[in-house]
């Protein structure tokens, strides 16, 4: 965790979200399971007829009662989970680019002469843009998601271990192909920041022709 406060240059209170915002996701995921559940059991108990057994309607409206505070529980979580991950992520990313604007005003205007103004600005505008995308849509549920499945897998063990296993046993996989495909994600990032620059030069010629031709005439 440290590591990510490091790597995309979060504040104190940045990184305090951060945990926040997982816990929230993990709160979700774990809500998420209650309709499920509930659903099961309210199909198990409407097909005691084709076994030899009766429906137990005090049961039907018990879990018809659970399904609705459910559902709440579920709304509750949703909420809580978009405050602390999109609401915070925006907050953080305000933080950082008016600290970006703050470092920028103190430097020497000699830097502004040697750097293409425009390209710069596309550059940082595109960072910023893409850790508030990393924090609120992309960080907090992956490592919840983490979380659940462990958890999940531990309830499912004391049912039974080899369903348990087959379960987790698609974690490590996942993390695998992630860590197989870094290289090729790279090359496609560099391909994003290549095709950035390009529409950059072809839009700074466009203004250069522009300003030339009004000029001329």
Known sequence: MKKLKEFLFLSDKGYKDLKKAIVACTITNLALMLPFCVTVMLFNELLNPYVGKQIA??????????????????????????????IASYQESNKTRLNIAEHLRKLPMSFFNTKDLSELTTNMMSDCSSMESMLSSTIPPLIANGITVTLTCILLAFFDWRLALCMYITLPVAFLIIWLSKNYQKKLFERQVQVSHRRCLVKNCGQFRHRRHFLIH
């Not at 879990?63 to 809580?80: E, T």
């Open 57 to 86: 309607w005090n049961h039907i409206w018990l879990l018809w009662g659970i399904g609705v505070v459910s559902a709440v529980l579920v709304f509750l979580a949703a909420r809580n989970d978009y405050r602390k991950t999109y």
